[in-house]
Every structure is written in structure tokens, then in C-alpha cells.
């Protein structure tokens, strides 16, 4: 079954909260909120000096930590960074290798405002509904900087 993946609120904007949502019949979402990000993004930043790919790092960590622990197959992520899909791909598919047993394979698509993914993200970003996690800092900046 394919699992579609949402997001409202950029990672980048760390003015506001972002909520990553999945949808296969069964649906989930995770929010992590502004000062975290801040945090993430600085420490990043101190570690890794001058690599531009820390708002794709946080947002494929996000959705890592969102999946990670179902069974699924087939992810199919909203087109938020067009241009950085690869990108993206290769570091979901690194820390799946690095964590996960099962490895699913990734694409990119518009995820309409039908999904369920996107309905449950935006109520929860506009907190009509409560996220079912909420992740940290230091559960993004463990993906990438510890060793495993």
C-alpha cells in the first residue's frame, strides 16, 4: 500500500511549527515546533559549517522518525522542495538503511488537498487536533550524528 506524506508548515520557516502527516488507510502525524527547529538548525550549522542541506536533513529526519516504526512499502511525498527531491530520497533511503530493517521505495508526487495526509496535518497545524508525536531536536540531530 502506498503512503502518502504531507506537510504543512516549511521547515525552513522557524516562525511556526511543522507537522509531517502520513496516510495509508491508517493515518499519522508528527510536529515538531519552532524553537526545536531552531535548535536543530543550529546545531547543524556548529557541526556542519557551511552545507546547505540542513532544512532537507530535518525534513526527511521528520519523516523518518514518522514511519520508521510501520510497514510500508511505497512512500509517496508531496512536492515541497521540487528541486531537491534527490536530495531528499538519498538521505530517507541512508537512514533507512542505517536504522530500519526494511528499506521502502520513495517518489515524489502532488499530494492534493483531498489526502488524508493533508487534511489531518493542516487541522493539526492549526491545532483543531492534537499530533499523535511530537519530536525534538534532539531526535532529528540523533538520526545523523550518532553512530550506529
Request: contains cysteine.
Amino acid at each position: 500500500m502506498i503512503c502518502e506524506i504531507d506537510q504543512s508548515g516549511k521547515v525552513e520557516d522557524t516562525k511556526k511549527l511543522t507537522v509531517v502527516c502520513f496516510a495509508n488507510g491508517k493515518v499519522k502525524t508528527l510536529l515538531i515546533t519552532a524553537r526545536e527547529k531552531r535548535k536543530a538548525l543550529i546545531a547543524m550549522r556548529v557541526i556542519d559549517k557551511p552545507k546547505k542541506t540542513f532544512v532537507f536533513r530535518i525534513f526527511a529526519g521528520l519523516i523518518f522518525l514518522l514511519v520508521q516504526d510501520e510497514a510500508i512499502e511505497t512512500i509517496a511525498i508531496d512536492e515541497e522542495y521540487p528541486e531537491h527531491e534527490a536530495t531528499i530520497k538519498f538521505i530517507l533511503l541512508t537512514l533507512f538503511q542505517k536504522f530500519s530493517e526494511q528499506t521502502p521505495s520513495i517518489y515524489f508526487q502532488r499530494i492534493g488537498k483531498k489526502s488524508m495526509a493533508h487534511i489531518k496535518g493542516i487541522a493539526v497545524f492549526r491545532g483543531k487536533s492534537k499530533p499523535d508525536m511530537v519530536a525534538t531536536a534532539k531526535d532529528i540531530l540523533k538520526l545523523f550524528y550518532n553512530k550506529r
